[in-house]
């Protein structure tokens, strides 16, 4: 079992910039590849980005290539979701997901077991 819990997200303006967290407590942190996933009302949850178990591999959507940035810390358990240039269509609940699967691709949420609650982030106009 893996428990998530996000923290982070708030009201900003476009141009600004966020840094998600979540907090992953109950399996050996090294042994799971995480994620972000995202989801606007009315519309399918999407891929934001993506870290290897080591850290060493980072994969990011199409809509958020060159303004966010995945990473984890494998002492604290943590990972986290830096992103910049904020624009109202970034605006969404986000979700921190952890995969304990040995395969499956890391874009799609079928390959994730575990997630988190989410934490809205909202970026005005």
């Known amino acids: 079992q893996v428990q998530l819990v996000e923290s982070g997200g708030g009201l900003v303006q476009a141009g600004g910039s966020l840094r998600l967290s979540c907090a992953a407590s109950?399996?050996?942190?090294?042994?799971?590849?995480m994620g972000w996933f995202r989801q606007a009302p009315g519309q399918e949850r999407e891929f934001v980005a993506a870290?290897?178990?080591?850290?060493?591999?980072?994969y990011y959507g199409d809509s958020v290539q060159g303004r966010c940035t995945i990473s984890r810390d494998n002492v604290r358990n943590m990972v986290y979701l830096e992103m910049n240039s904020l624009k109202p269509e970034d605006t969404a609940v986000y979700y921190c997901?952890?995969?304990?699967?040995?395969?499956?691709?890391?874009?799609?949420?079928?390959?994730?077991?575990?997630w988190g609650q989410g934490t809205q982030v909202t970026v005005s106009s």
């Open positions: 109950g399996r050996a942190f090294t042994t799971t590849r």
């Open positions: 870290i290897s178990r080591s850290g060493g591999a980072k």
């Open positions: 997901a952890a995969s304990t699967l040995y395969s499956g691709s890391l874009y799609v949420s079928e390959s994730y077991n575990y």
